[in-house]
């Protein structure tokens, strides 16, 4: 049965890519007909200009992507260590207006491969305006592992909540998840595993996939996006130890290291403004400015809900570039200092890469929507062109990990991410300062939904 369901895998990978570099090879040539984009700009005052800076910012991106791929190739995650190994860990749950998902998402921690001895389970409702303060406390009557509940007198901010929960913590690693996300049994452990076989390591990012795949092409869409950025972006940035972003959803941290910064941390201010986004990337600094590793595993999954709307979705990531400005600004202060011993050429790559992503990729966005609509025949097909080949190594990627015909979908998001989302970081540039959470108080989907149950438990087996 075993070798039956290899086979299919394998064939539906084959199937896949094959779709892939079908769609590759026929918007290659459809790009590559009529008038010369270049000889064009040739024609144009600025036009020399534009074609050599854009050499060499492609040059740039060419030469950082054959070195992602190197490191991604040689990557490969720690496995879990015995039980006597393990450390104490504490795990931080904040909830608001989760309702029913809270209670699932405790008991997937609950029902984690990790020594009872050493857990702490702590669930923080932030002032939860619905029954979410219900579903913690039937949480805590019945499951099998204790869990220590906070619950706020008002809405504080996830930042609070974490604080108030690590303030309780007795764990030697703190751990948070979000309280919309699903863990297999092996996610703690794996998880905390680097921390046990390394004292350099610091924090520990935590793979991330969509849980809601089933409620429309959007969730099945930032799947791939996920996959992307963790399987590829994050197994990079680990290999040089400077993963720079832990995720809110799963991520686990060094508590000695966390008690040092955690008031600095909770009382962050961007331009004299409480901080109240961008806490899991603000923690992520903090710990390389102390100079310890921070490190990706790509065996520690946990499944989170994702918006299903396009509304939702541009909250979402509008919150996520105003905390990319705030923090790669923050990384500068330090990243070009000695901040810690070993190699930091990786790192400071790293953030090379993130300020061309955030300034020069921004002015070609909106050059190239300029340039279509000065000349729709040339730039057009040359802009086809160009969002396929961004796309394809996301398809690729996702093809041939999971075998689905469903990764030709990253060409769709290419096309999706150009048209109605390119606006989100531009405007994050000239935003920063905003702070509203955006998302956390958004319609939830029906907690009681079986089909929603259904698919948590079926991408968990």
Request: net charge positive.
């Amino acid at each position: 049965m075993v070798m039956i369901r290899e086979n299919i895998r394998n064939k539906n990978k084959i199937a896949a890519l094959a779709c892939i570099l079908a769609v590759l090879a026929a918007v290659f040539l459809y790009g590559t007909g009529g008038s010369s984009a270049i000889q064009f700009l040739k024609g144009v005052v600025w036009g020399r200009a534009l074609i050599a800076v854009f050499s060499v910012f492609s040059s740039l991106a060419l030469a950082e992507l054959v070195w992602r791929i190197i490191l991604v190739l040689k990557y490969r995650p720690i496995p879990g260590v015995s039980d006597d190994q393990l450390p104490t860990c504490t795990i931080v749950v904040p909830a608001y207006n989760e309702g029913r998902q809270v209670f699932d998402t405790l008991k997937s921690l609950a029902a984690s491969n990790y020594p009872r001895n050493k857990i702490q389970l702590i669930a923080v409702d932030d002032g939860s305006m619905d029954d979410t303060w219900k579903w913690i406390k039937q949480a805590k009557r019945t499951l099998s592992l204790p869990v220590l509940t906070i619950r706020q007198p008002r809405n504080q901010g996830k930042r609070q909540a974490l604080y108030d929960g690590f303030k309780k913590s007795r764990g030697a690693v703190l751990v948070t998840v979000d309280s919309d996300s699903m863990v297999e049994p092996d996610t703690l452990r794996n998880l905390v595993t680097p921390f046990a076989l390394n004292p350099d390591v610091g924090a520990v990012a935590g793979n991330v996939r969509v849980l809601n795949q089933s409620q429309g092409i959007i969730p099945r869409m930032v799947d791939i996006v996920f996959v992307f950025s963790f399987d590829f972006i994050r197994v990079s940035q680990s290999m040089v130890r400077t993963v720079t972003c832990t995720p809110g959803a799963l991520s686990a941290y060094r508590k000695s290291v966390v008690m040092g910064v955690l008031d600095e941390w909770r009382n962050q201010t961007f331009l004299g403004r409480p901080a109240n986004i961008g806490e899991d990337r603000a923690m992520t600094n903090m710990i390389l400015r102390q100079g310890y590793d921070v490190v990706f595993q790509q065996n520690a999954r946990v499944f989170t809900e994702v918006p299903v709307a396009y509304t939702q979705l541009c909250k979402m990531y509008l919150r996520w570039a105003r905390s990319n400005v705030r923090e790669t600004i923050a990384m500068t202060s330090f990243i070009f200092t000695r901040f810690r011993r070993g190699s930091m050429l990786g790192a400071r790559i790293n953030l090379v890469s993130d300020v061309i992503k955030l300034t020069v990729a921004q002015l070609f966005f909106l050059m190239s929507w300029g340039l279509i609509l000065w000349n729709p025949a040339i730039f057009g097909s040359k802009t086809i062109v160009g969002i396929v080949l961004g796309s394809s190594l996301a398809a690729t990627i996702y093809a041939f990990k999971f075998g689905k015909i469903s990764s030709i979908l990253a060409f769709v998001y290419g096309f999706f991410f150009f048209i109605a989302l390119s606006w989100i970081k531009p405007y994050a540039l000239i935003t920063p300062h905003h702070s509203r959470w955006l998302t956390r108080a958004c319609p939830k989907v029906n907690p009681d939904n079986d089909l929603h149950h259904q698919l948590g438990a079926r991408q968990l087996t």
